[in-house]
């Protein structure tokens, strides 16, 4: 059983920069990978981010790249989503997700999911 805790959203003006936070807890094996997914009203969850636990190599959405960065520690068993010249469209709930698969989980498919944590940037 996994349990992840998302923090850090907030309120935030364009090209500014926020970073999120997700913390797991319980057993997640040395192969799970983590990864940002975000959901803006009335649109369909959007991949953002992924890194396997293992090696720490990472995947990204191309509206993302350049300008998002993902990392892990693995002493405290967190993920960071670092966000920077960050825009309006960017505003979505970001949730944290985790799936043994590595695939799996940059498809969509999470085996935990946290509850999400609210990204606002303003124009």
């Known amino acids: 059983q996994v349990q992840l805790v998302e923090s850090g959203g907030g309120l935030v003006q364009a090209g500014g920069s926020l970073r999120v936070s997700c913390a797991a807890s319980g057993r997640t094996g040395w192969n799970y990978a983590m990864g940002w997914f975000r959901q803006a009203p009335g649109k369909e969850r959007e991949f953002v981010a992924a890194?396997?636990?293992?090696?720490?190599?990472?995947y990204y959405a191309d509206s993302v790249k350049g300008r998002f960065t993902i990392s892990r520690d693995n002493a405290k068993n967190t993920v960071y989503l670092q966000m920077n010249s960050l825009k309006p469209e960017d505003t979505a709930v970001y949730y944290c997700?985790?799936?043994?698969?590595?695939?799996?989980?940059?498809?969509?498919?999470?085996?935990?999911w946290g509850q999400g944590t609210q990204v606002t940037v303003s124009s």
């Open positions: 997700a985790t799936n043994r698969d590595v695939n799996w989980l940059r498809s969509g498919v999470g085996e935990y």
């Open positions: 890194i396997t636990w293992s090696s720490g190599r990472t």
